[in-house]
Structures are given as C-alpha cells and as structure tokens.
C-alpha cells in the first residue's frame, strides 16, 4: 500500500490523518515529496513534466516489495489531495501497471489526460470527494474534469460503463453531511459528500480551513481498505 501526502504536509501529520494502522496487517509505506520545507508532489504532466518523482515512488515500491515479500500483484496506491493528482498520474505512467488499485480523496483528472498522446492503465478505482469543495472543484475547474467526469472516465478504461448503482448512505452524524456512493460494477466507484469540503472524511485531525464540512458519516481509510479488499 503506498500513501501519497497531500501538499505542504508530513508524513507525520498524513498519519495522523488518515491513521493507517487500520490496515492492519498490510504492509504501508509514505514516500514524501521535495522539497522538505514544502513538499509537494509534481502531480502535473505539463507544469512539472519531468519523471523524478514517478522513478522515485516506482523505486520505492520496489524496494518495499523486496523488503516486506508483500505480493507484487497486490500493490495498491491511496492519496489526498495533491497526493490523489500523483496517484492519478501515475496510472497514466509505465509505473501504472504496477497498481491493482487506486484511490484518490479530494482528487479530480486533470484535463490533460483527456488528450490523445496519453492512456491510462484500466485501473480500479475509488473516489471520495466533497460537493462543497473549493480546492478540488465537485463541477471542474482550474483544468480538472468534474468529479462525475472523472468517475465516468475511470468507468470507461474498467470497461464498466453499466448502469451505475446509486445509494444514499445513513445519515449517522449531526455533522451538516450526506453520503451518496455511485459504483460502476463494483471497480468504479464514488462516495460524493454532499456539503463535504477539502476534508478527510472521518478523520478528526483535518485542519478546517475552508468552505464546507467534514463528514463523519463515513471513514474514508475503511471505505478505502473494504474496496481494496474486494479487489
């Protein structure tokens, strides 16, 4: 399982966010960004082109499949963020093949990748993101795909392009949230957080710093681990 950090952060605090210990007997590791005073991934194809850091996290990955004997077919990539950008990219890179799934909170497609010169890899794929958003846009903006698109688009490369299965989650918490998954054949899938915004779903150390709120309806590292687990 590889953990890519959001902006600007530390491992430290993703741990504390995400608390991957829930994993419990999957073997986890959280490469961390350049450069250290603010480290950021270079999740762009187009305003960081260069491949350092994909050649970096497919080194680790190597290394942690040798170090730890975890399954080469069973390796798996989760990010937040600018982490969820990486993950992205990198099922558009070589690296891509490695991965038997992918989930990105707080993340959307970059419309560069609609572009021909690029194919993604026909990952699983699990998203979780906030309508009320205002860093990751629910409906596009700034260059990225809306989050319906980007389900769709993922749908599309799983050759899952069924009728999708909508479900309204319990309302379980006063938190101002509500939960609607949409799931393409069970490999797509989308836990849409109606008023959510640039949050963490069920972590209690999101730093709340914008619009919208933080649902604790559902736990995005469960939510994540079950999906995984399915695959």
């Given at each position: 399982m590889?953990?890519?950090?959001?902006?600007?952060?530390?491992?430290?605090?993703m741990v504390?966010?995400?608390?991957?210990?829930?994993?419990?007997?999957w073997?986890?590791?959280?490469p961390e960004?350049?450069?250290?005073a603010?480290?950021?991934?270079?999740?762009?194809?187009?305003?960081t082109?260069?491949e350092?850091?994909?050649e970096?996290?497919?080194?680790?990955?190597?290394?942690?499949?040798?170090?730890?004997?975890?399954?080469?077919?069973?390796?798996?990539?989760?990010?937040?963020?600018?982490?969820?950008?990486?993950?992205?990219?990198?099922?558009?890179?070589?690296?891509?093949?490695?991965?038997?799934?992918?989930?990105?909170?707080?993340?959307?497609?970059?419309?560069?990748?609609?572009?021909?010169?690029?194919s993604?890899?026909?990952?699983?794929?699990?998203?979780?993101?906030?309508?009320?958003?205002?860093?990751t846009p629910y409906?596009?903006?700034?260059?990225l795909?809306?989050?319906?698109?980007?389900?769709?688009?993922?749908?599309?490369?799983?050759?899952a392009?069924?009728?999708?299965?909508?479900?309204?989650?319990?309302?379980?918490?006063?938190?101002?949230?509500?939960?609607?998954?949409?799931?393409?054949?069970?490999?797509v899938?989308?836990?849409?957080?109606?008023n959510?915004?640039?949050?963490?779903?069920?972590?209690?150390k999101?730093?709340?710093?914008?619009?919208?709120?933080?649902?604790?309806?559902?736990?995005?590292?469960?939510?994540?681990?079950d999906?995984?687990s399915?695959?």
């Amino acid at each position: 399982m590889v953990i890519l950090h959001s902006a600007y952060t530390t491992i430290e605090k993703m741990v504390a966010l995400v608390s991957p210990s829930k994993f419990r007997d999957w073997s986890v590791v959280i490469p961390e960004a350049l450069p250290a005073a603010l480290p950021r991934w270079m999740e762009n194809p187009v305003t960081t082109p260069g491949e350092v850091d994909v050649e970096f996290i497919d080194y680790v990955v190597a290394r942690a499949v040798v170090q730890t004997k975890a399954d080469p077919n069973r390796i798996f990539v989760m990010g937040f963020s600018s982490g969820a950008f990486m993950a992205m990219r990198l099922l558009h890179e070589n690296v891509g093949a490695r991965f038997r799934g992918a989930a990105c909170v707080a993340g959307a497609l970059l419309n560069v990748y609609t572009r021909p010169e690029w194919s993604a890899y026909p990952t699983p794929m699990l998203l979780i993101n906030g309508t009320a958003d205002m860093n990751t846009p629910y409906n596009g903006q700034y260059g990225l795909l809306s989050v319906p698109e980007t389900l769709l688009y993922w749908a599309k490369k799983q050759d899952a392009q069924t009728i999708p299965v909508i479900t309204t989650l319990p309302n379980t918490s006063a938190d101002g949230t509500t939960v609607t998954k949409t799931s393409y054949a069970g490999t797509v899938e989308l836990y849409a957080i109606n008023n959510g915004g640039h949050y963490w779903p069920g972590s209690a150390k999101n730093l709340v710093t914008g619009p919208g709120e933080v649902c604790m309806d559902i736990d995005a590292t469960m939510v994540i681990r079950d999906f995984f687990s399915r695959l």
